[in-house]
């Protein structure tokens, strides 16, 4: 099987480097939607089967125009949604960005018992995730894609693949629509064949100005 994680188009949330996790959470900028736009034609030989998305909006928003090119319906699944951010919600601040992602890096290097304060701990995070990815699969499609959120689809690959690690996580980057390509199967395991960190649609598509928390790599929070 190969699967697709697709993070989402940019939200103000990321522009303003704010941690925005709840449930629906703001829809697409300009640039946001401009990128989910190219979707389609980056995604066009990739044999996509099924696509599913998670309970926020900004995934929504950037699967429709690629279904409408697939003519597929995207599938609404809860476990896909953001890292809980809990008492740092929209905070933007290097103390509250490093809390969160290194929590999301300690998951990654195997402490499931961490959490960020007031939010799920790695148990609970692979355990929704997991079960979504399987929803997801269930159908038996070759390709699938699944439109997700930036520290969710770096902790999972991270987590579940078997070639890659913490490291390789915290120096690589998941920009708005980067895209993180995985074959294998929840029983024989996942390996990552390709990590797609910028935009699909090219440098004219990314934000460099923008301060982007959970796609950036990751500063200060490697020994967290």
């Not at 992602?101 to 959490?115: E, K, S």
């Not at 990815?133 to 390709?143: D, I, N, Q, Y």
Request: glycine share 14%.
């Amino acid at each position: 099987m190969r699967l697709l994680l697709i993070r989402h188009g940019q939200t103000p949330d990321n522009v303003l480097g704010e941690l925005g996790t709840t449930v629906p959470g703001p829809g697409l900028t300009d640039l946001g939607r401009e990128q989910a736009a190219a979707l389609p034609a980056a995604l066009a030989g990739e044999g996509i089967g099924a696509l599913a998305v998670s309970t926020l909006v900004r995934t929504q928003l950037t699967a429709a125009p690629l279904a409408a090119a697939l003519g597929l319906e995207p599938t609404v699944l809860d476990g896909l949604r953001e890292v809980e951010a809990g008492e740092l919600e929209l905070r933007s601040d290097h103390e509250a960005v490093d809390a969160y992602l290194g929590t999301v890096l300690r998951w990654v290097d195997g402490d499931l018992d961490a959490r960020v304060p007031g939010a799920e701990d790695g148990h609970v995070f692979f355990r929704r995730y997991d079960t979504a990815v399987e929803t997801a699969l269930a159908g038996g499609e070759a390709v699938v894609a699944l439109v997700s959120h930036g520290a969710a689809i770096r902790g999972w690959a991270g987590r579940r693949a078997t070639n890659v690690d913490a490291s390789f996580v915290r120096d690589h980057q998941l920009a708005n629509t980067g895209v993180v390509v995985l074959e294998g199967d929840p029983e024989a395991g996942w390996n990552v064949v390709e990590w797609a960190g910028t935009a699909v649609g090219g440098a004219l598509l990314d934000d460099p100005a923008a301060s982007d928390p959970t796609g950036d790599p990751v500063e200060g929070a490697g020994d967290a």
